[in-house]
């Protein structure tokens, strides 16, 4: 039996999910199917082992085609089953162990004895157990997302984003023919496997087009009868239409647990124009389509992924690319779904049509297009995972802000710091104030009384970082050894580069750039405080540290005088020069840290991401008081932002702040900002031009919240009004009444910008 036991939430879900389709003893048949798989191919070359096990699965998981369906493909997932991410199912040979017990209870009492049986077998074999088996501990590391901890650590392969131009220049068969132009070995045989399976999907919806056949007037048929003759094309050749090549990419997608997207304009736009420019397309129909898209990556309801990435530099065809664009803003702007999370990279040399159209989408309550700058994240990442221009010019961002390169690099965040609950252990010598369990590993830290000095304390400080800072590095690379003990990733592998050529799976050498990120969270929090430490104890000498600690250990009850003058004090977000510096001295020393760790460790690259996913929030609840001010178990600031009612000084002000910090050092960051309706349309010119300055002076991204004074309260007490009100949380939108009340009050204490 598992040494830990993972049974418990595992990622984020605030959008229901779609129920599976299948009779309940029939999904248990298949999870069924899919653990004899594992065991009789269990001492089996892990290729082997994945393909006999994804045999079980695909393509029976997928489900009928649904009547404005103008693409096949929707994909059923079960408790155990196979994928990369805990969003679609799991890591790898995945059991979901709470969900397998709430499937229990749909079973008569007399099956129950076949479930026991697969969650005893899976407690032993589950990926993500085998992972936290190895590095979770009582003290210092918890396994995501359990906040008591001050570092989590999970396994999953996030922001796969694959190189789909390659499948539309090969096509399946183009692809067989190549891995078998190569030496062969166990992984390329499962490889080539694979896309005969994926033959097999393409096979089983034709049959499932002809079942929705069934009743349907000559106009629904005859959209039926094209979307069955493309996937009879795309059996033997290679997508020739831009139907086929979103045909082709989509099913490819689901197959390969990829839950974001990646620079579709790149992929499908030359598709598009062809089309167009022929006669064979209208930009009616094309919009048609890419909205029955919108709504098929909405129906995965994966929360923070669903990234769709658009404009940029290092496009070939940039005609057809801002083609493709255009057509997606109409679509972004009309259906308003919490997924896709519509991107949009831009440069000096965008075309303003496609700058006006992104602004009016946000104007509009749409929470998308996200605005990323290319003038900025371009030579950052170049710098940052130290990689030419051309690769550089194709970062991709994801989930909540995190970038990989398209096609090239593996760039998951399995590691996540509370730096405010560092800074705490940091000043009781090691102890967590939350708990009361000491947390600073080996470390020897010195008590208050002899941190004489704000060098003296800024060095403990960064003394328990450095040690954190170890177990973050050692715990990301621990979790790619144990993923690639256990699988390849087939679909995945073949189309990252160089897997095929190296004849090498994803983790065991394939990928040409393995690297990762760490998710940091509470870093304004923690400067802010320090900013109050240096001033009212070694500037101004009004109290001592022992005092302010006092305080906060007793969540400032009996010291409300000195919370009130703490509060007073500047802060982050507001253009205070000395404030926003210490902010900034703070992340460049997490940033370079964890960066060089990376290195030292010989990763690609390992970047601090500065992300925000309501994990402020639930980390917060398992966070003591802070000496910025924030009371026990209050939310903390969310990613690069203020906390909430810090920002005093307006707009100007705290982007002003927010681009102080260096791109080069991190590899992704959310900026979050809120204006009213009013704001947005009767100041357009003035709210452009503070977007373009912001930008100019060195903001890398921006994302907008566009709402009424007024409705987001009003949305708490009457959610039935507010079914489809989509607000920013961080990296990703969710419809507000979906949030828990905690994370809705963390969005209304964000200044509302009028």
Known sequence: MAKINIDGVQNVEISKKIPCEKPVMEQLEIMERYTD?????????????????????????????????????????????????????????????????????????????????????????????????????????????????PFMATARLSGMMLDYQKLMRQGIDGLQQEI??????????????????????????????????????????????????????????????????????????????????????????????????????????????LKSLWKMIENRRTTVNGRIIVGGQGRKDKEACDLFTKICLRVCKDTR??????????????????????????????????????????????????????????????????????GKSVGTPNTLLNLVKLLQIALNEGVDPMDGVYKAGPLSLKPLSELTTFDALYEQYKTV?????????????????????????????????????????LLDG?????????????????????????????????????????????????????????????????????????????????????????????????????SNNQTNTDWGHETDASLDGRKKGVYMNPANNPQGGNAKNGPTAVLKSLARFDAKYHGGSVQNIKFTPRMMHEDKEKVKALFHTYFKNGGCQLMVTVVDRGVLEDAQIHPENYPDLIVRVAGYSAVFVNLTKDVQEELLSRTLYD
């Open 510 to 610: 394939g990928v040409e750039i393995l690297g990762g990120t760490n998710e940091t969270y509470g870093n304004i929090n923690a400067s802010d405080a320090l900013y109050t430490i240096k001033t009212l104890v070694y500037d101004e000498k009004k109290y001592t540290l022992e005092q302010l600690n006092e305080a906060a250990l007793a969540n400032f009850t009996g010291h409300e005088k000195l919370q009130k003058e703490i509060l007073a004090l500047p802060k982050y977000g507001n253009d205070e020069i000395e404030c926003d510096e210490l902010a900034n001295d703070l992340y460049e020393y997490v940033a370079k840290g964890i960066r060089q760790k990376g290195i030292e460790a010989g990763l690609g690259y390992y970047l601090i991401v500065i």
């Open 337 to 406: 779904y919490v997924e896709p999370q519509f991107t949009l990279r831009f440069d000096q040399n965008t075309d303003p049509e496609i700058m006006d159209m992104a602004y009016e989408c946000i104007a509009s309550g749409a929470t998308y297009p996200t605005l990323y700058n290319d003038d900025v994240n371009v030579p950052a990442v170049q710098y940052a995972m130290r990689v030419p221009k051309e690769l550089a010019e194709q970062y991709i961002p994801f989930g909540c802000g995190e970038f990989v390169i398209q």
């Open 180 to 289: 078998e132009s190569r030496p062969s070995n166990p992984f390329m045989e499962a490889c080539a496997q694979a896309l005969d399976l994926f033959k097999d999907v393409l096979r089983r919806q034709i049959e499932l087009v002809h079942e929705a056949k069934q009743g349907k007037s000559a106009q629904r048929i005859r959209e039926l009868e094209q979307m069955e003759d493309d996937l009879d094309f795309l059996l033997d050749h290679k997508p020739a239409t831009f139907r086929q090549a979103l045909q082709l990419f989509w099913l490819y997608a689901l197959c390969a647990g990829c839950i974001n997207y990646g620079r579709l304009d790149i992929v499908l736009g030359p598709y598009l124009k062809q089309d167009i420019d022929r006669g064979t397309l209208t930009e009616d129909e094309a919009y048609r389509l």
């Open 37 to 149: 798989a594992y065991k009789a191919n269990q001492h089996e070359d892990k290729a082997k082992r994945e393909i006999e096990c994804l045999k079980t699965i695909y393509p029976t998981l997928f489900r009928s085609i649904e009547d404005d369906d103008l693409i096949a493909g929707r994909l059923d997932f079960l408790p155990i089953g196979f994928g990369a991410v805990t969003s679609v199912g799991g890591v790898g040979h995945y059991c979901v162990f709470h969900k397998l017990r709430a499937f229990k209870e749909q079973l008569p009492e007399s099956e129950w004895r076949r479930v026991d049986a697969l969650y005893d077998f899976w407690q032993d074999h589950d990926v993500k157990t085998l992972y936290c088996q190895d590095v979770l501990n009582d003290t210092t590391t918890g396994r995501f997302i359990d906040c008591k901890y």
């Open 465 to 505: 970082l450095d040690y954190y800072f170890d177990l973050s590095v050692e715990a990301q690379k621990h979790s790619y050894e144990v993923m690639n003990e256990e699988v390849s990733f087939l679909f995945n592998s073949i189309l990252m580069d160089d897997c095929l050529g190296r004849q090498k799976a």
